[in-house]
């Protein structure tokens, strides 16, 4: 049974950083894993996504420079390394996975109908 499990977040200033995890149960190495965030009256977002290799990502426009994805297979973790952080960045912070069948290990979901598990979610606020 596949379980995801956020951690992480918290309250920082503009400027600052955070880094979250998700804990992933399962056959970690067969999964694409996706980071999504909700704000309040918006409709949930791709943040990034990376393949079950590592080899490809995928970042939200709005992000790249900022936020970093990876993940350790050994650790069966996925991580998002969120730099000069921002008050639009302020939203619940969701991990997905889906399985990828890719033979190469490429597959990387930009949509939230693309993965089918997902965690309870972790808030991030920034304070400006």
């Known amino acids: 049974q596949v379980q995801l499990v956020e951690s992480g977040g918290g309250l920082v200033q503009a400027g600052g950083s955070l880094r979250l995890s998700c804990a992933f149960s399962?056959?970690?190495?067969?999964?694409?894993m996706g980071w999504f965030r909700q704000a309040p009256g918006k409709e949930r977002e791709l943040v990034s996504a990376?393949?079950?290799?590592?080899?490809?990502?995928n970042y939200k426009d709005s992000v790249k420079g900022r936020f970093t994805v990876s993940r350790d297979n050994a650790k069966n973790t996925v991580y998002l390394q969120m730099n000069s952080l921002k008050p639009e960045d302020t939203a619940v912070y969701y991990c997905?996975?889906?399985?990828?069948?890719?033979?190469?290990?490429?597959?990387?979901?930009?949509?939230?109908?693309?993965?089918?598990?997902w965690g309870q979610g972790t808030q991030v606020t920034v304070s400006s």
């Open positions: 399962g056959r970690f190495s067969d999964y694409a």
């Open positions: 990376i393949s079950r290799s590592g080899v490809t990502t």
């Open positions: 997905a996975a889906e399985v990828d069948r890719t033979l190469r290990g490429t597959y990387s979901g930009t949509r939230v109908r693309d993965y089918t598990y």
